[in-house]
């Protein structure tokens, strides 16, 4: 168990530097284009191209940092009506139709992933394989779909007995 979580410590040390890495990087790559652009009068072709590839892993990696905090966008309005004991079966029953969906997610992230290194696809900029920007759905909805497992085993493990505020944040996967 202590491996487990020295794992997913590393894990969440590793996007969370990835991201604020990755963003700072960003911004750099942004304010010199601009600069470039405007003072210069000479724009870089590839710096778009990266920031664009950049963001991507950033939107699938972030998902990830937001089922690890349960911070997606949800409507509780019914399920904030229920009592407990309803209360948390929906949960465990939203969060695992969730994890099927990333499980389909995974399953055509690697089709298509394929499809695009069979067809040794490189990017117009960069002329990067595409792959590198591709992989990023399977990599990323892996990660969701591990921190949502490890969400709704916990909430079955501890099902009556979560705290009322913690049943729509449970904590089983920090």
């Given at each position: 168990?202590k491996?487990?979580?020295?794992l997913?410590?590393?894990w969440?040390k590793?996007?969370?530097y990835?991201l ?10 942004v ?5 470039m652009r405007?003072?210069?009068?000479n724009?870089?072709s ?10 991507i892993?950033?939107i699938?990696?972030?998902?990830s ?7 997606h966008?949800r ?7 229920l009592?407990?004991?309803?209360r948390e079966a ?5 969060n695992?139709?969730?994890f ?36 990023s759905?399977?990599v ?10 490890c969400?709704?085993v ?10 009322v ?6 904590k089983g996967?920090?």
């Open positions: 168990m491996k487990a979580k020295f997913v410590t590393i969440n590793m996007e969370e990835f604020v890495y990755s963003l700072i990087l960003m911004v750099i790559l304010f010199i284009q601009v600069i405007y003072i210069f009068n724009s870089l590839w710096s778009e191209e990266l920031v664009r590839y950049i963001f892993w950033q699938w990696l972030g998902a940092v937001g089922a690890k905090n349960n911070d966008i409507i509780e309005i019914f399920s904030n009506k009592k407990q004991k309803p929906l949960e465990i029953l939203i695992g139709m969730i099927v969906f990333y499980i389909f997610l995974i399953w055509q992230g690697i089709m298509y992933l394929k499809t695009v290194i069979s067809t040794s696809m490189t990017s117009t900029g960069l002329q990067i394989p595409l792959w590198i920007v591709y992989i759905l399977p990323g909805s892996a990660a969701v779909a591990v921190r949502l497992a969400r709704v916990y909430e079955i493990m501890h099902f009556g007995h979560l705290p505020q913690e049943t729509s944040q449970a996967v920090e």
